[in-house]
Nanobody, 129 residues
Framework: VQLVESGGGLVQSGGSLRLSCVAS??????????VAWFRQAPGKEREGIAA??????????KYADSVKERFTISADDAKNTVYLQMNDLKPEDTAAYYC???????????????????WGRGTQVTVSS
């Protein structure tokens, strides 16, 4: 299973970017997984910022306070892709962004502290002031 992020880049403060996380390999789908976006800036700890629980009857989402009202996570089942729409970007959003997947059960009980089984290699987001 591979998770591949894309969509990062350089943007001015106040701008927008949309990150994508595509899953591939051995018929894997995001069904019954929770997919989260994490970010890590140089010298800082990794931070879970957004997640979506994916099933036929559930699309619940969770956001860190630092991105709430600015970022939106969504999933496209047909494309096996999870998106992170980032609006009103700020210089403090500059970081490497990673997507990761864990079972919905683990997510339900542990949220961002769950052990995420699958990780992408990341995409860099740089916001200039």
């Amino acid at each position: 299973v591979q998770l591949v992020e894309s969509g990062g880049g350089l943007v001015q403060s106040g701008g927008s970017l949309r990150l994508s996380c595509v899953a591939s390999g051995s018929g894997f789908t995001f069904a019954d997984y929770a997919v989260a976006w994490f970010r890590q800036a140089p010298g800082k700890e990794r931070e879970g910022i957004a997640a979506i629980s994916i099933s036929a009857y559930d699309r619940s989402t969770k956001y860190a306070d630092s991105v709430k009202e600015r970022f939106t996570i969504s999933a496209d089942d047909a494309k096996n892709t999870v998106y992170l729409q980032m609006n009103d970007l700020k210089p403090e959003d500059t970081a490497a962004y990673y997507c990761a997947a864990t079972g919905r059960g683990s997510w339900y009980f542990q949220a961002f502290q769950a052990t995420f089984r699958f990780w992408g290699r990341g995409t860099q987001v740089t916001v200039s002031s």
